[in-house]
């Protein structure tokens, strides 16, 4: 992107030094570590961090510019990094708006792309991934990496898009109220689908109809021409659905399958029999939203079978880790509704062994923690698991109804607040031929017991 377009970018921006008329860079960063050559550093004011600070560094790594904070230029420290390295400094009154200013410009320069953007409170990025190896199948795609689908993440995505690529799909996550609506006018999504409504992030938003509102803002800068795809077996389906300036499809959820366990689900989809490889009926709504998405971009059938058969499971998302003891790994993140998934699952595989349930804490849950961690509880009752090891502050609850609700005669179960008690009750407790799983919010980190287990299970 060339500074001329980035200043008509920031109209209200002040720009401190000079370049030639044609000048630019070419790439976006946050972070001076991973600043490279001709790289735009963006100094963002954090709770523990301000950017401004490392604008230096940043320049010493290669940035031929910054997106600066007009209020921090007082002192001159700025200016004179800026000029020792022949940098320029583009200043002005938020940083962040500016990044995302800048996002929504460039995107704008390649029309030829289909954007695609991708909400809800589960299953994005698995959503996300499975669009893309099936659309990947027929066009050149990108698509934010991992889960940078924030205000930044977002925005930094964008800057990967090239002349070459034919489709964007980007995933729009949020962590507070009017996220979306922010990522939705940087992205202008043609076609923008919602994965559902639960209650992940019910403690910052309150209630599911701000989430609901919260993720109907995706729909938000919508014209009349795109398309807006919406869970037809969702409780908030109607709501989502009303008023939307555009087309509106209603994709399903359910489809005939062959349930195939830890080996995923044969599906049946226009005529096909499809191997789908991820495990659980959780991700074959994941699946059949993204074949939606598929159809919707004009893809073909047999590329939408190719494609589904060619997905893998993503770190700590449905990971099925074979060996003397199996893992279901899905620790990447938890909420209500997925850890019921979860649990669900493995109850319904058939299995010979023990089924072990390692349920971390689910966070971001504010006022609603209690009464979703009690649901959860009787859910764990009344499972099949013959042992329940619990991790957290939140799951105090679990471990309290358990007392009272639980079967001690099928079931044992443990409770700890400690990583290092955790491993130390749970390694030697398993036994080659046990099913793991390991579920809990990304704060509980419980992919730290696969290692321990592997090696626990070799070592006997």
């Known amino acids: 992107m060339t500074f001329a377009k980035l200043c008509a970018a920031l109209p209200h921006g002040m720009v401190i030094g000079k370049a030639p008329p044609d000048a630019g860079f070419s790439s976006v960063c946050i972070d001076s570590r991973v600043c490279t050559a001709g790289a735009l550093f963006v100094c963002l004011t954090g709770t523990a961090r301000d950017g401004h600070q490392y604008a230096e560094d940043a320049f010493k790594a290669g940035a031929v510019?910054?997106?600066?904070?007009?209020?921090?230029?007082?002192?001159?420290?700025?200016?004179?990094?800026?000029?020792?390295?022949?940098?320029?400094?583009?200043?002005?009154?938020?940083?962040?708006?500016a990044l995302q200013d800048a996002a929504k410009a460039y995107l704008e320069g390649f029309p030829h792309v289909l954007k695609i953007g991708i909400t809800g409170s589960s299953g994005k990025t698995t959503v996300k991934e499975i669009a893309g190896a099936i659309i990947s199948c027929e066009k050149k795609v990108v698509m934010n990496k991992g889960n940078l689908n924030s205000e930044t993440g977002l925005p930094l995505s964008a800057f990967e898009v090239r002349d070459e690529h034919e489709v964007g799909i980007f995933e729009m996550g949020m962590n507070r109220t009017g996220e979306i609506g922010e990522l939705s006018r940087v992205l202008t999504p043609h076609i923008a689908l919602i994965t559902n409504i639960g209650e992940a992030h019910i403690g910052m938003l309150g209630s599911q109809e701000a989430i609901a509102a919260e993720k109907k803002a995706i729909f938000a800068g919508f014209t009349g021409g795109e398309t807006a795809l919406i869970p037809s077996s969702d409780a908030f389906r109607d709501v989502l659905a009303h008023a939307v300036n555009g087309k509106v499809v209603l994709y399903d959820t359910v489809c005939p399958a062959t349930d195939l366990g830890l080996d995923g689900a044969e599906l049946e989809l226009d005529g096909m029999r499809v191997r789908f490889p991820l495990p659980g009926a959780h991700n074959v709504k994941n699946a059949l939203a993204a074949v939606a998405i598929a159809r919707e971009a004009g893809v073909t059938p047999s590329s939408i079978r190719k494609g589904l058969e060619s997905v893998r499971p993503l770190?700590?998302?449905?990971?099925?880790?074979?060996?003397?003891?199996?893992?279901?790994?899905?620790?990447?993140?938890?909420?209500?509704?997925?850890?019921?998934?979860?649990?669900?699952?493995?109850?319904?595989?058939?299995?010979?062994?023990?089924?072990?349930?390692?349920?971390?804490?689910?966070?971001?849950?504010?006022?609603?923690?209690?009464?979703?961690?009690?649901?959860?509880?009787?859910?764990?009752?009344?499972?099949?698991?013959?042992?329940?090891?619990?991790?957290?502050?939140?799951?105090?609850?679990?471990?309290?109804?358990?007392?009272?609700?639980?079967?001690?005669?099928?079931?044992?179960?443990?409770?700890?607040?400690?990583?290092?008690?955790?491993?130390?009750?749970?390694?030697?407790?398993?036994?080659?031929?046990?099913?793991?799983?390991?579920?809990?919010?990304?704060?509980?980190?419980?992919?730290?017991?696969?290692?321990?287990?592997?090696?626990?299970?070799?070592?006997?």
């Open 65 to 97: 510019a910054a997106l600066v904070e007009k209020a921090k230029l007082s002192g001159g420290a700025l200016q004179a990094a800026a000029e020792k390295y022949g940098a320029l400094l583009f200043a002005v009154d938020a940083p962040l708006r």
């Open 315 to 460: 770190f700590g998302r449905s990971e099925i880790i074979r060996g003397r003891v199996t893992l279901v790994q899905d620790c990447y993140n938890a909420n209500p509704e997925s850890t019921a998934a979860a649990i669900e699952f493995c109850d319904g595989i058939a299995w010979k062994g023990r089924r072990i349930y390692v349920i971390g804490s689910m966070l971001e849950l504010g006022a609603r923690s209690e009464a979703a961690h009690t649901r959860i509880a009787r859910l764990l009752a009344s499972s099949r698991a013959d042992s329940i090891f619990l991790f957290g502050a939140e799951t105090s609850i679990i471990a309290g109804m358990l007392k009272k609700r639980g079967k001690p005669e099928r079931k044992t179960f443990f409770f700890t607040e400690d990583m290092t008690e955790l491993s130390a009750l749970l390694v030697p407790y398993v036994q080659e031929g046990d099913l793991v799983l390991l579920k809990g919010s990304r704060g509980c980190a419980l992919e730290r017991l696969a290692a321990a287990l592997a090696e626990g299970a070799s070592a006997r």
